[in-house]
């Protein structure tokens, strides 16, 4: 009995030994299987992540060169080179990411404020902003199929895979803050007028547009033998009736200029002043005793400033004087002695919208240095006592340039204002030649700022409304931070768009001198503008600081874009050649539309 149980066991031992086989062997099977789909179902997750990373990146380097041409290429063929370029720099293992043209899609895409979502529309020509990318692992691509390394097991020798991704040029709130202060006429004022840059002071064009036409747009500013104003005149007031010598670097002297009549305090008139002087008197009907009194020696006669003012008004024909002398056909009232008063002085109107008089005029040429402060007067001290349609034109944008004072100043080319204008022109046909659908606003500042257009898809106005503004507009000082702050005022208003991205557009000189209390404040001024560009940038709002004009402060705009992760664009040379790069730079930032993937 004993055997046979011993038997039985030994059977039984070796009948679990081999179900164990077959177990085992069943197992491995399916050990390895599973193993096969481990291993190529990962493949598949990697390539398909490489694959959508690959798209993402060719979507949205491909969607930011449909922005603008480049060389005359057009912007699709840019953004497919674009798209195909990126693709390649993704590794599929060993090898770059090859893209068919065909992969690459055009077309148009629409905000849905019920979704939040962009919706795509394929769109083959006209003005795209939007692109859908195809990257593929496929049979018949370029790449071909993703290779089963285990899956050949169950028959699956390769695998399609494929990732799509859609970029949009996104839509801009762009608000435009231009510098309106006193500064932006420098380069048209007469204390540039020797300048060694190959630039030109273009005080004659100034003359020349103020009985128009206004400039050309673009204005192109250089020599006065050259602009557009080259044989064109200005208004002529009393015996300032000719410009004089032109006004180039290197060559011109005020003491020879015919232009310019030497009239000093307390000195008799001489030279060629003297001899024009009198022809003039005597065509306006001064007699000989007349004519003695308004040019001989004079110190005693001009006793009192009125009396001098008095006699340059007359001698330059900007005020009449009945003198009382025998045989005076000027009119009646005078006492017959030598003296200007002003009892017997009338003063010719300012000329037509100007608030200002020809005593003022005839007060700033002979001021001294301490009252021009660093102008063109007192820097180029041969023209004190010089009066012309030279000096008269400086007085104008330089001491009477508000449209208070003088409303037609903003019809001249005034540099470099002129040229931000037309800038700013240049941003507008820009994006309205992209058929982007940006809004603009326009902001301006002085001493304080002034909303001026709101936000709007009508792009034109921007433009317009700036054309009809001039340097020192209301005000004279420079206050940036008031500038900035109400661009981010406009740009958080009713009429900014959630999905659009808010830019700023600074252009200035970036010499602020004015605080936050409104003070004049040279380092006050600096730090309001840092603090507002700070609060744009807690706003996620970007500037864009365009620097120009001579003595340019490029830290602070610096600084000032580089807060908001901007850039500082700078202007420089001559006005023709910053002219030229203000254009440059306003068609860039017109075309620079930030990109977001939307599927």
């Not at 993402?56 to 840019?78: E, I, K, M, T």
């Not at 060993?94 to 769109?123: C, H, I, K, W």
């Not at 692109?131 to 390769?158: C, D, E, K, Q, W």
């Not at 970036?510 to 409104?518: D, I, K, L, Q, R």
């Amino acid at each position: 009995m004993k055997a046979f149980l011993g038997s039985r066991r030994v059977q039984l031992r070796h009948s679990r030994r081999g179900a164990v086989v077959v177990q085992v062997a069943v197992m491995s099977t399916l050990i390895m299987g599973m193993g096969a789909l481990t291993i190529d179902i990962g493949a598949m997750y990697v390539t398909q992540a490489e694959l959508q990373a690959a798209a993402d990146s060719a979507a949205l380097a491909a969607a930011a060169r449909l922005g603008g041409s480049d060389g005359g290429v057009s912007p699709q063929d840019l953004a497919r080179e674009s798209a195909m370029e990126f693709a390649e720099r993704h590794r599929l293992g060993r090898y770059g990411l090859q893209m068919d043209p065909n992969d690459v899609e055009f077309g148009r895409a629409t905000f849905d404020a019920s979704s939040g979502r962009f919706d795509f529309t394929p769109q083959s020509s006209g003005n795209v902003d939007s692109i859908r990318v195809t990257a593929r692992r496929s049979t018949g691509s370029s790449n071909g199929a993703l290779p089963m390394t285990f899956a050949n097991i169950f028959g699956f020798s390769s695998k399609d895979l494929w990732a799509n991704a859609t970029a949009t040029l996104i839509p801009r709130d762009i608000s435009v803050v231009i510098d309106l202060s006193g500064s932006m006429t420098y380069d048209s004022e007469m204390m540039y007028w020797n300048r060694t840059d190959g630039g030109f002071a273009n005080t004659r064009d100034i003359w020349a547009a103020l009985n128009g036409p206004e400039p050309d747009r673009p204005y192109m500013p250089g020599s006065e033998l050259e602009t557009e104003y080259a044989s064109d005149t200005g208004p002529t007031y009393g015996n300032m009736t000719e410009w004089g010598t032109p006004l180039l670097p290197g060559s011109y002297s005020a003491t020879s200029d015919p232009g310019l009549f030497y009239i000093k305090k307390g000195s008799s008139i001489n030279g060629t002043t003297l001899t024009a002087l009198q022809t003039k008197l005597q065509t306006r009907g001064y007699n000989a005793a007349e004519q003695s009194a308004l040019v001989g020696n004079l110190n005693s006669n001009d006793n009192t400033t009125s009396n001098w003012q008095n006699r340059a008004g007359v001698l330059l024909g900007l005020a009449t004087w009945r003198s009382g002398k025998a045989g005076s056909t000027m009119g009646s009232g005078g006492d017959g002695d030598n003296l200007v008063e002003n009892a017997e002085v009338t003063w010719n109107a300012a000329p037509s919208g100007c608030t200002w008089n020809w005593r003022n005029y005839v007060d700033w040429v002979q001021a001294s240095a301490s009252d021009h402060n660093y102008r063109a007067i007192s820097s180029n001290t041969g023209f004190r006592y010089r009066y012309g349609l030279k000096t008269m034109t400086d007085f104008i944008i330089d001491d009477r340039p508000s449209n208070s004072q003088s409303n037609m100043l903003w019809a001249t080319p005034q540099q470099p204002l002129r040229a931000v204008k037309d800038a700013v022109q240049t941003l507008a046909d820009t994006i309205d030649a992209l058929d982007s659908p940006d809004q603009l606003s326009l902001e301006t500042f002085g001493t304080t700022s002034v909303h001026e257009i709101n936000l709007s898809e009508t792009l034109q106005q921007v433009p317009t409304r700036l054309y009809q503004r001039q340097a020192a507009h209301f005000n004279g000082t420079t206050n940036i931070g008031a500038g900035i702050t109400r661009a981010i005022n406009e740009l958080k208003s009713a009429r900014a768009r959630p999905v659009a991205k808010k830019v700023i557009v600074l252009m200035s000189d970036g010499v602020p001198n004015v605080n936050e209390g409104g003070a004049y404040d040279v380092a006050g001024g600096r730090a309001y503008a840092i603090a507002a560009a700070e609060a744009a940038a807690d706003e996620g709002m970007v500037i864009y600081a365009v620097s120009v004009g001579y003595g340019a402060d490029r830290p602070l705009m610096q600084e000032i874009a580089s807060a908001t992760g901007g850039q500082e664009f700078f202007a420089s040379g001559s006005p023709e050649e910053y002219t030229e790069q203000l254009e440059q730079i306003f068609r860039a930032l017109g075309g620079r539309r930030p990109v977001a993937l939307i599927e």
